[in-house]
């Protein structure tokens, strides 16, 4: 836990010193003049918008539990929908750690079996994590007909993402529609002499499986939901250049766009320098001019931050309700030994 706070603090504060130096960079007046370019009404559709890719992200996962035999209201889900968004935003670091909560409360609050819970939000994670990969390499295509390939280390770096990213979302896809156990290889690996003998891995993986055939019609509907989320971000990308007073196309928002899911795989709170060192890159090599870059990802930045904080209050909510429920429990089981023992 030490070591996940330390990580946390650490990646935070590459993330700061990254963003003081391109502001010190770009020049503090030049991002504030595109800040007031930026009134209230326009900063409303930005909001409403990510607001709108959040829902069609919990809609995505209402889907996906719909198929496995769970029906639940919008309502139900979007308390730890948000709270779990919150958690992957804000502590990027935590591996899993919004995946987990997500399973975790539909245990708690819905009594739903942990395995289905889980498998649920790793049918979700895989579905997200293929329309966002989709959407960087064309993303990626586009910009390089536009400008032509990288710099030679740049190149690289985007190169070695995108392949390792690719070659885990296909072997998940070659393995899946093959019905050969990925789970089998990773308990061989971290168990060689077999003590690990549950099976409950291997079940979840066959439930997964059984949802990726290409017959299911959830898929297809969840699959829908995944690229609606991604089609509306790409709008509030389109929208925010033009709100900043800058003409793009829809092809060149589509590599913004690329680039905004590729700073995410960077696991700093918030994408904070990260998000801005690629977007100034992204909107230099594009001609909207590499000033532009910090004003668009803060706004950006805002709102997501902002429904974050909602979240981050659910998810304390929830945390303190959970609390008590244990403190009840360890009292109730400490009267019911007392009362056995007198």
């Known amino acids: 836990m030490l070591k996940k706070i330390i990580l946390f603090f650490v990646s935070l504060f590459v993330g700061i010193a990254l963003l003081v130096w391109i502001f010190n960079f770009i020049g503090w007046q030049q991002i504030k003049n595109a800040f007031l370019v930026f009134t209230g009404w326009q900063g409303i559709i930005i909001l409403l918008l990510t607001a709108l890719m959040l829902f069609f992200g919990m809609w995505k996962w209402q889907v996906i539990l719909k198929g496995q035999?769970?029906?639940f209201s919008c309502r139900q889900?979007?308390?730890?929908y948000l709270s779990s968004f919150s958690l992957i935003y804000l502590f990027p670091i935590i591996i899993f750690g919004g995946e987990i909560f997500r399973g975790y409360s539909l245990k708690e609050k819905y009594s739903v079996p942990w395995s289905k819970g889980i498998t649920s939000v790793m049918i979700d994670k895989i579905l997200e994590m293929t329309a966002f990969l989709i959407t960087i390499i064309v993303g990626m295509i586009f910009f390089f007909i536009r400008i032509g390939l990288p710099p030679g280390n740049f190149g690289i770096i985007i190169g070695g993402v995108l392949f390792f990213l690719c070659a885990a979302i296909g072997f998940f896809y070659f393995k899946s529609f093959k019905r050969k156990s990925i789970a089998r290889i990773f308990i061989k690996f971290f168990s060689p002499q077999k003590r690990f003998i549950s099976e409950e891995p291997v079940e979840m993986e066959r439930e997964i499986f059984d949802f990726f055939k290409p017959r299911n019609k959830v898929l297809w509907q969840a699959s829908a939901f995944a690229f609606l989320r991604v089609g509306v971000t790409w709008l509030r990308c389109?929208?925010?250049?033009l709100f900043?007073?800058?003409?793009i196309g829809i092809s060149s928002a589509l590599s913004i766009l690329g680039f905004y899911y590729f700073s995410l795989l960077i696991p700093i709170p918030m994408a904070l320098g990260s998000h801005e060192v690629v977007q100034m890159f992204a909107f230099g090599a594009l001609g909207l001019g590499s000033g532009l870059a910090p004003a668009f990802t803060m706004i950006?930045?805002?709102?997501?931050l902002f429904l974050a904080l909602i979240g981050m209050v659910i998810f304390f909510r929830f945390g303190v309700n959970l609390l008590k429920t244990f403190l009840f429990r360890r009292l109730e089981n400490f009267i019911k030994d007392r009362n056995n023992y007198s």
């Open 244 to 247: 900043l007073g800058s003409q």
């Open 238 to 241: 389109w929208l925010l250049i």
């Open 77 to 80: 889900l979007m308390g730890p």
């Open 300 to 304: 950006q930045r805002a709102a997501e």
């Open 69 to 71: 035999g769970y029906s």
